[in-house]
């Protein structure tokens, strides 16, 4: 059974860096593409970024290109979301989420597994 835990949410100035991390665990969880999601208050949950199980394939969503990155590292199971010039907006609870289907990370759709979110509040 696959499990996931987001770390790393905090409260940054408008304008500032954090670094989320997503630990995965459980039945071959380096062969899953995982993703991250974020719900705001007040508004529907969106995709954020992908990446796919290898690394090799990423997807952002078009409001975050150029500032985030999305990464992991299968030897620590772990996949990671920097964050830079974070906006006011932004706040929201930071979500990951994972799936075997393929395609279904790159086009943002709903993941098999979720983890239980981490807060990120973005206010000066």
């Known amino acids: 059974q696959l499990q996931l835990v987001e770390s790393g949410g905090d409260l940054v100035q408008p304008g500032g860096s954090l670094r989320l991390s997503c630990a995965v665990s459980g039945f071959s969880s380096d062969s899953y593409d995982i993703g991250w999601f974020r719900q705001a208050p007040g508004k529907a949950r969106e995709g954020v970024s992908c990446i796919s199980s290898s690394g090799g394939s990423t997807n952002y969503a078009d409001s975050v290109k150029g500032r985030f990155t999305i990464s992991r590292d299968n030897a620590k199971n772990t996949v990671y979301l920097q964050m830079n010039s974070l906006e006011p907006e932004e706040r929201a609870v930071y979500y990951c989420?994972?799936?075997?289907?393929?395609?279904?990370?790159?086009?943002?759709?709903?993941?098999?597994?979720w983890g239980k979110g981490t807060l990120v509040t973005v206010s000066s």
């Open positions: 989420g994972a799936t075997r289907v393929l395609f279904r990370c790159l086009l943002f759709a709903d993941m098999d597994s």
